[in-house]
């Protein structure tokens, strides 16, 4: 409508500069001036009422359901329709959503789409710190020297003492490892050559779900469940309204989703079929829109399918709650569950047994033979890379935008199916972002990136107060004004929080706008403490 009312100024401005210039131009050239005038005059008029057209068409369109996104209803195609990549056959008449806010970070050193064969890891580990909303010292069951099998419980939370967790690989208890205030940071199992799983006695199909809860409490698997908001270990008194499963990543040198169930789709099936009896609601599946071919997770039966298309970080879960079904506080709690948790569901379902069994991506341009590996959850990150020269490095479980830098001593974290080494960043650059000599990403086009590049950990800058601009609003695809809900988490604005959409938001939701960041403001750190203090608030 504004492009209208611009258009109806300029056809009567025209029309004023025409009677002007025929009553001061000479006969002959005043006519042909006129003429054209007119004629340009004229194509305007047209051009309006057929934009004017064009715009009920679209508003009826709408008004009777008609999605115009993906059935344009207008008099002329859209420009979106004319530039932009068709969408493959099979999202025909398919619930997708098409998202244009969002960033790809172009770093060198994905892996390759195979998975190389298996780790060769003897040493793994269960961390508290995994599991957010414990109490930091939880009460362990287990001590150095004692054999377990996998799916053993090692310890448990003092505050829901309920909630068992459980042996990742079996084998024998080496290390159990104390943080801070001596609190529990890992109990490391040195594996055995042939695992072994705890034994179950698996409900039947007729099972009720409280049945279902006490089994999944008591067998380990049920801290692989997150609760939102907060993305805390699920609470076993809250029933959830959906369940929602994103079977994607686009992180920077994430993981390939199709080897993950890659001949374990009947797996990832049972795990489906329990979710559905834990929840009176819907059970959705997030699916990759972007793949030129139908995936395996596109077979899955018993859950909603909802495909999503576009930049990272399109692929987290809760990007695509905010587009399906926003959470909020009471009644509008949310489970989510990554794709080795359904697997690991369906494997104690199917099988009987408890098997956290991944593949997991090896990348990062400084790896010789970046790549996919089978391994275990928490397996050790030193011995995943042995062989690769790791001299000045810096190695991460998990992306660079969320992962912890735990070194080649630490871990693989229960959540994470990827590895990430960058070199460290601890050379001077000469005259700074100022000359930028070397490549480096940016959502800024100030600097273009043409190709994908080597990263460092070098930050370019350092922390100082907030700038504002709209780059947290480039890279969210979410309806959410990022910079003041951080500004109102700093001052324990509590309503402005809730208001402003905080229930919606975990650490990996705002990683990205941390990485544009003109501010250097530690986005992830700040959010974490908002939720911890609206979790106290109750």
Not at 211 to 223: D, H, N
Not at 242 to 266: N, Y
């Amino acid at each position: 409508m504004k492009s209208i009312k611009r258009l109806t100024g300029s056809l009567a401005l025209l029309a004023l500069v025409n009677l002007t210039f025929q009553s001061q131009a000479p006969a002959d050239g005043g006519n042909l001036l006129f003429y054209g005038l007119a004629a340009i005059a004229l194509l305007i008029f047209f051009f309006i009422v057929i934009s004017v057209a064009d715009n009920f068409m679209v508003i009826e369109s709408n008004e009777s359901g008609i999605n115009g996104e993906k059935a344009n209803m207008g008099l002329y195609p859209r420009m979106n329709e004319l530039f932009t990549k068709k969408l493959p056959a099979y999202l025909e008449n398919k619930h997708s959503y098409k998202l244009s806010k969002g960033y790809d970070i172009p770093l060198e050193g994905a892996a390759p789409a195979s998975v190389a064969g298996d780790a060769q890891a003897v040493r793994y580990a269960i961390s508290p710190p995994d599991f957010i909303g414990l109490m930091p010292i939880p009460k362990v069951t287990v001590e150095i020297g004692d054999k377990v099998k996998a799916g053993d419980v090692v310890f448990y939370d003092k505050k829901m003492d309920r909630i068992k967790f459980a042996a990742p690989v079996s084998g024998e208890v080496i290390e159990i490892n104390r943080g801070a205030k001596r609190s529990i940071a890992s109990i490391v199992i040195l594996a055995g050559k042939d695992q072994e799983s705890r034994s179950y006695s698996v409900p039947s199909a007729t099972a009720s779900r409280e049945e279902l809860v006490e089994f999944l409490l008591e067998s380990g698997v049920w801290p692989g469940i997150r609760q939102r908001p907060y993305n805390i270990v699920a609470d076993p008194e809250v029933t959830p309204r959906d369940i929602f499963v994103s079977t994607f990543h686009t992180a920077p040198l994430a993981p390939d989703s199709k080897l993950q169930i890659a001949g374990r789709e009947d797996i990832f099936q049972a795990g489906i079929d329990v979710l559905n009896r834990l929840t009176p609601g819907l059970v959705y599946l997030g699916l990759d829109g972007r793949e030129e071919n139908e995936t395996g997770f596109s077979k899955i039966a018993n859950a909603e399918h909802r495909y999503f298309i576009g930049k990272h970080p399109v692929g987290n879960v809760g990007v695509q709650i905010h587009h399906i079904h926003p959470v909020g506080a009471g009644e509008n709690t949310v489970w989510t569950l990554d794709v080795n948790t359904v697997l690991l569901l369906g494997e104690l379902f199917k099988h009987g047994r408890y098997n956290t069994e991944r593949v997991v991506a090896l990348a990062g341009a400084p790896l010789a033979a970046p790549r996919h590996v089978r391994t275990y959850a928490g397996a050790n990150l030193g011995e995943l890379l042995k062989g690769e020269n790791l001299e000045n490095t810096r190695v991460i479980s998990g992306d660079v935008l969320t992962g912890d830098a735990v070194g080649t001593d630490g871990y693989l974290g229960f959540f994470d199916d990827q590895v990430t080494v960058l070199a460290e960043g601890n050379e001077a650059e000469i005259f700074g972002w100022l000359l930028p000599l070397k490549p480096r990403a940016s959502v800024s086009p100030t600097i273009p990136t043409f190709s994908a590049f080597e990263a460092t950990t070098n930050t370019h800058g350092e922390k100082r107060a907030f700038v504002v601009n709209n780059v947290y609003e480039e890279v969210m695809p979410m309806d959410i004004y990022t910079q003041q809900l951080m500004k109102s988490i700093m001052v324990n604005d509590f309503e402005s929080m809730e208001g402003l959409g905080i229930y919606e938001l975990v650490e990996e939701d705002v990683a990205l706008a941390e990485f544009a960041c003109v501010s250097k403001q530690p986005l992830q750190h700040i959010l974490r403490g908002g939720l911890n203090t609206m979790l106290e608030q109750g």
